[in-house]
């Protein structure tokens, strides 16, 4: 490849902060929010000019992984900031009660309203956040990481910090920094998704159809001849009359393989792929299932919905058996409930369920990157197994985990900012007094 040199430059110290987080998604808004109420100067940096990641830029359309439940009962196993969020979006209409649907039940919101309640929240928290900004380097001295180099339409600059929060969804910072990590399962990782809505749909067509039924509709295009890549579906009823949010597609390589959400040419392909197969599941939909006649694409993700990257290896590696067995650890920081959800190689999701009623739990030492001695890790990228990682990735245990992050800085700031030195104890107690549930 040919190189040119770069010239040597100054880069101006634009802040100094006692907590950096990261990306503004599910885990780094609960995390920022969280460590400046207790009291930390907490600066945030987004790529894109709002937050809520996943939720927002890719229109995720429903909270996952908020519930355990029962044929009686559907009962949380994340509160705190999960639970905040929710009721801030009543107040908008923004939100509607939860949805039984196969084992598990979810939230719908309106990804409008939500932008609104997340701006709400940080301002009142009194984060400053940068949007538009991406994080391309790290300056690192022997285990801790003291800045991030930053680049933006004001150009390249270093913010300082005593603790930094990776909630960038692809453990940049974390791997930057030197953690080690794996790129889902030797390279494998879960197919990603275009995510759409679709208004003019009649809802009480719609409304008692069932995931089943949705499948039997796509299989029968099959046979007519469509080339579905995916027959089942995530298909919800969202807060506005009329509009129906779609998690229907499956982006995968020409050559079926999955794409490598860390090279840029396979995310470009992605893009325009994901769009090709939106408008191509929205032909089925008018042309197959009753109450979709007049239906129309209105709303696209921003972003391809990628559900894994780097997987960053900390001082636990979460796994299969841990997620299956309900295990539950002494440093617990957050609960799941959430099946392994596996988007694989065939055209249907693989759902591998927990015991009804039950969860298991995060323990601490999963967002602790291995060879770094200030930095937390939050969201998608935590530390565990690719299999373990089709049940922590859903928003709601991002969340939980995020509050637990941003809890665990402000305590490291009084441990000479070394994440691994705080007491689990008084980690537990301050993610009580927040209403998070540990179990």
């Not at 067995?325 to 065939?346: N, Q, T």
């Amino acid at each position: 490849m040919k190189t040119i040199m770069e010239p040597s430059r100054e880069i101006p110290v634009i802040i100094e902060t006692d907590v950096l987080v990261v990306g503004g998604g599910s885990a780094g808004m609960s995390a920022a929010v969280t460590a400046s109420r207790m009291g930390c100067n907490v600066t945030l940096i987004e790529k894109f000019g709002f937050l809520g990641g996943t939720l927002t830029s890719v229109t995720l359309g429903s909270f996952c992984g908020i519930f355990t439940v029962t044929d009686e009962a559907i009962k949380p196993v994340v509160k705190g900031f999960q639970e905040e969020l929710i009721e801030r979006l009543k107040r908008y209409e923004g939100v509607l009660p939860p949805h039984r649907w196969l084992k598990t039940a979810s939230v719908s919101y309106d990804i409008s309203c939500l932008k609104k309640v997340a701006d709400e929240l940080i301002t009142e928290s009194g984060v400053c956040v940068f949007y538009h900004t991406q994080a391309v380097s790290v300056v690192k001295e022997n285990k801790k990481v003291k800045g991030v180099i930053i680049e933006n339409k004001d150009g390249r600059s270093i913010i300082n910090a005593k603790v930094i929060i990776d909630a960038s969804g692809d453990g940049d910072i974390a791997a930057m920094g030197g953690a080690p990590y794996e790129i889902g399962s030797n390279g494998i990782t879960q197919f990603p998704s275009s995510m759409f809505r679709m208004a003019n749909v009649e809802i009480e067509k719609i409304v008692h159809i069932t995931r089943d039924e949705y499948q039997g509709y796509f299989q029968k295009a099959k046979k007519d001849g469509y080339s579905l890549p995916r027959v089942s579906s995530g298909i919800h009823i969202t807060p506005l009359y009329g509009v129906v949010h779609l998690n229907v597609t499956k982006i995968a390589r020409e050559d079926g393989n999955t794409i490598n959400p860390l090279r840029v040419e396979e995310l470009t392909y992605a893009e325009i792929e994901g769009r090709r197969q939106v408008f191509l599941y929205a032909e089925v939909l008018r042309k197959y299932v009753p109450g979709f006649e007049k239906a129309r694409v209105v709303d696209i993700g921003s972003h391809i919905g990628i559900r894994e990257a780097r997987l960053i290896k900390g001082d636990y590696i979460l796994n299969e058996k841990d997620v299956l067995s309900c295990r539950k650890f002494d440093d617990v920081i957050a609960c799941s409930a959430w099946p392994l959800e596996m988007h694989g190689e065939k055209d249907e999701t693989k759902w591998v369920w927990i015991e009804p009623g039950d969860f298991y739990t995060i323990p601490y030492r999963c967002l602790i990157p291995q060879n770094i001695e200030n930095v937390l890790i939050a969201g998608r990228n935590i530390s565990t197994t690719h299999e373990a990682q089709a049940s922590t990735r859903v928003s709601a245990v991002c969340m939980a985990v995020g509050q637990a992050a941003g809890t665990a800085a402000y305590l490291a700031l009084k441990c000479d900012n070394n994440v691994r030195d705080i007491s689990i104890k008084e980690l537990q107690g301050f993610l009580q007094k927040g209403n998070a549930f540990l179990g």
